[in-house]
C-alpha cells in the first residue's frame, strides 16, 4: 500500500444542543484539559474542542441526541487510583471492571450519558491488541 496510518487525529463525542458548559465543567475542571479554540467557521455549529497533550476530544453538537452506552473512546492513565480518588471527591460515579487481564480499568460517563472507559496497564503486562 502507498498510505499509511499515522495516529487517531480526535475523538468526537455527541452531546445535546446547549450543553457546551457542561461539557467544560467536565472536562476542563474535572478531567483537566484544555479547551482549543474552534475555527470561525464551525463555531456555528455548537460544541466544544479539548486537548490534554496528545489526546484531542471534540464535543459535537447533535439533535436529537442519544448518548454512546457502548462506543466509547479509551484514555490510558498513569496513577488511575489517584483518578478514582478525585473523581470520588468531584461526585463523579465510575464503574470498575476486572475483565481485561492485566488492566486497572473503569468506566465514567460524561455529563450526557456517554461511556468513557480509563485505563492503567500493570507495569509487568504487555497488552494484546
Do not use: C
Not at 474535572?30 to 455548537?46: A, S
Not at 488511575?80 to 464503574?95: C, D, P
Request: a negative charge.
Amino acid at each position: 500500500m502507498s498510505f499509511s496510518f499515522e495516529a487517531i487525529d480526535h475523538v468526537q463525542l455527541a452531546a445535546p444542543k446547549g450543553s457546551e458548559e457542561k461539557a467544560r465543567q467536565f472536562f476542563n475542571e474535572i478531567l483537566g484539559f484544555t479547551e482549543l479554540e474552534k475555527p470561525d467557521v464551525l463555531k456555528k455549529r455548537g460544541g466544544v474542542w479539548f486537548a490534554l497533550g496528545p489526546i484531542i476530544v471534540h464535543i459535537g453538537i447533535e439533535e436529537p441526541f442519544v448518548p454512546a452506552k457502548k462506543a466509547h473512546p479509551a484514555f490510558e492513565v498513569e496513577h488511575i487510583e489517584e483518578l478514582k480518588k478525585h473523581l470520588k471527591k468531584n461526585n463523579i460515579q465510575y464503574k470498575e471492571d476486572d475483565q481485561l487481564p492485566g488492566a486497572n480499568r473503569m468506566y465514567v460517563n460524561d455529563p450526557f450519558g456517554n461511556r468513557l472507559e480509563f485505563l492503567e496497564w500493570n507495569k509487568d503486562y504487555v497488552p494484546n491488541h
